[in-house]
């Protein structure tokens, strides 16, 4: 409920900035274009789950064929976590969906 009055007032208050084209489909649900659709609050339960959410984050630009390897998208926070010890440098340099038979939470 909290999330939904916010984004609500947001997008309310934000109206006059964010005109651009409106689908059919979101002219018909009252939608303004600011909000992504399908996004889904999580509370991360615990450190496995944050791992998970982590290396999704992580592959996500390989997965959208943005790069090749996740080492080369330079935006990343994967960058700092290589520099901390927690991912070795070469991590996600093939599918892991195949390599460690687990896909952040999507199929396969």
């Given at each position: 409920m909290r999330w939904s009055l916010i984004k609500r ?100």
């Amino acid at each position: 409920m909290r999330w939904s009055l916010i984004k609500r007032l947001v997008s309310q208050k934000t109206r006059d900035l964010h005109r651009g084209p409106v689908s059919v489909t979101q002219f018909k649900r009252r939608e303004s274009g600011l909000w992504q659709r399908r996004f889904w609050e999580h509370q991360i339960r615990d450190d496995r789950d944050f791992e998970t959410h982590t290396d999704y984050i992580h592959w996500n630009p390989v997965k959208h064929d943005h790069v090749g390897v996740v080492v080369d998208w330079p935006y990343s926070s994967f960058h700092r976590h290589v520099s901390k010890g927690v991912y070795p440098a070469d991590w996600g340099g093939a599918d892991p969906c195949v390599e460690e038979a687990r896909c952040f939470g999507e199929p396969a």
